[in-house]
């Protein structure tokens, strides 16, 4: 196998046994940036120079031994994380030279582990979108086929990890942002409980539902970035004090006496006919590993998910958006006569048209007359939508689904049509109004296009969506497939 198709733990086991350096490693995966890159454009930032050092101090961890499972393993990070004296642009023209002062507490912890930094990824601008098309810099392309979406808003995350830029990668998940692409891509993404990850210094979308987790090759590569990204931070309010388990103790392939739940609404209407059948095989081949399965779990809130998610959070990107104001930092339109003008300016030329979009819907919900009627309404939905999945899980263990109603798309396809744009996260997104975890994994392929299973799980049930996706990739094949770039 190529260097560039290893996971965590192999490439590990190379540094450990010295039969490469961190250095090689690391020149190894920049000249694939530059071999693929400009046919995926997955990356926003190259970060060689930083890379190169990082490389060459993981070395001396390494002969000190004094290196974690992540040092010097090339890794990308979603461009919406602050990382210290690398721009960080949201895919935006409002940040596009914005360079924070301070790193992001997941970055710090990474670094803390003498990880390797080869780039910042391509996203949809400030997260916002389903395919990485409303990136204000470029489109980013599928490896699997370039004429197709990767997924979004962490398509460039997920591209980049199918690709063999990166051993790994870093995204968000507000509504199925790491789910969708890694199941476009058949990568691997873990989207953790709400609070399990900080989100101190990740550029803030949709607050009560952005989530940082990681996008890899396989389960247990995603449990040892866990281990490492994982814990409270007192710098976020809404970080958990909860202790954090050794993700890799639970990856032992036994499903015997695990109760799963296959909710009939998340195969909805208009699903493609071989996203279906594989997923149900897929479902079939877990309950030959000793799980038993419910095909008949209802979940009947479910159709609600959607509408409520499109209020909630457009309202609080309303809020978090107004710091852009032309004053604080970021692009400053300046050929004005007033204040007013400018503020106006500025995010008319600095925000593009799915932001404003998103703006406009989540201020219309807030305003005086429509805050009960929109935006009320909407929380009391999240809280029934909640309610149903604790239900679900005093009986489940687990509850599995497709991670997407379809194979990835073509570029161009739903742009000009917001509401199938947005039914792309039909199957992810009410997991983030409930604040659950779960993961998106490999389990087929139609036309040579990937497809996803989601496995779900009650709040802080990691352990249990880990097991089971690794059991399942114990017996499948689908995560070992490389695409041909």
């Known amino acids: 196998m190529e260097i560039n198709q290893l996971t965590i733990h192999q490439t590990h086991d190379l540094l450990k046994n010295r039969q490469i350096s961190s250095t090689e490693l690391t020149r190894a995966y920049l000249e694939r940036i530059r071999q693929v890159e400009p046919d995926v ?27 974690s499972l992540l040092t010097g393993i090339p890794m990308v990070i979603k461009d919406n994380m602050c990382t210290q004296g690398i721009t960080t642009t949201c895919s935006s023209r409002m940040l596009e030279n914005f360079v924070p002062p301070y790193n992001a507490t997941v970055v710090e912890k990474l670094y803390d582990c003498g990880v390797v930094v080869v780039g910042k990824a391509n ?29 979004g808003s962490s398509g460039g995350s997920a591209a980049s990890v199918s690709a063999g830029e990166c051993v790994y990668s870093l995204g968000s998940d507000t509504g199925g942002s790491i789910r969708q692409p890694a199941g476009f891509c058949s990568v691997t993404g873990l989207k953790p409980t709400y609070g399990r990850v900080s989100r101190y210094g990740l550029v803030a979308f949709a607050s009560s539902l952005d989530q940082i987790g990681p996008i890899t090759r396989d389960v247990t590569d995603c449990a040892l ?44 209407e208009g699903m493609q006919g071989e996203v279906a059948k594989a997923t149900r095989n897929a479902i079939d081949q877990i309950e030959k590993l000793g799980a038993s399965i419910d ?17 909630i959070a457009p309202s609080e990107a309303s809020a978090n958006l107004a710091r852009y104001d032309g004053v604080k930092y970021g692009f400053s339109y300046q050929d004005t006569t007033s204040m007013w003008e400018a503020m106006e300016k500025t995010r008319q ?47 489940y263990d687990a509850l599995v ?69 690794h059991a399942f990739q114990q017996v499948t094949e689908w995560h070992k497939r490389k695409p041909d770039i």
């Not at 949809?124 to 979406?149: H, K, Q």
């Not at 990204?229 to 954090?244: K, N």
């Not at 008949?296 to 998910?305: G, K, N, W």
């Not at 389990?443 to 009650?458: D, S, V, Y």
Request: proline share 7%.
């Open 295 to 311: 095909w008949e779990v209802s979940l009947p809130h479910t159709r609600y998910a959607l509408a409520a998610y499109y209020i």
């Open 41 to 67: 454009h997955a990356l926003v930032t190259i970060t060689d120079e930083l890379a190169l050092k990082q490389a060459e101090r993981a070395d001396e961890l390494l002969a000190a031994g004094d290196a």
């Open 123 to 151: 996203m949809d601008e400030f997260a916002m979108g389903s395919s990485t098309e409303n990136s204000a810099l470029f489109t980013t392309s599928n490896p699997w086929d370039l004429s197709r979406v990767p997924g």
């Open 401 to 469: 689904t497709p991670t997407s109603p379809t194979v990835p798309f073509k570029i161009g396809e739903k742009v000009d049509d917001p509401f199938q744009m947005y039914l792309s996260d039909v199957c992810t997104l009410p997991i983030n109004i409930a604040g659950l975890p779960a993961i998106s994994i490999p389990a087929g392929f139609a036309n040579g296009l990937p497809i996803g299973m989601q496995i779900i799980a009650k709040p802080f049930a990691e352990e249990t969506i880990l097991k089971t996706a």
């Open 349 to 395: 030329y600095g925000f593009g048209p799915e932001v404003k979009r998103r703006i406009m819907l989540g201020t219309y919900a807030l305003s005086a007359g429509y805050y009960d009627a929109w935006y009320l309404k909407a929380q009391k939905v999240r809280t029934i939508i909640r309610r149903e999945f604790d239900e679900a899980f005093e009986k």
């Open 225 to 268: 970035v866990l281990n490492a990204i994982a814990g409270h931070d007192r710098r976020d309010s809404t970080s958990v004090p909860q202790p954090v388990p050794d993700y890799t103790q639970c990856l032992n392939g036994d499903l015997t006496g695990m109760k799963i739940g296959i909710p009939k609404e998340y195969f909805v």
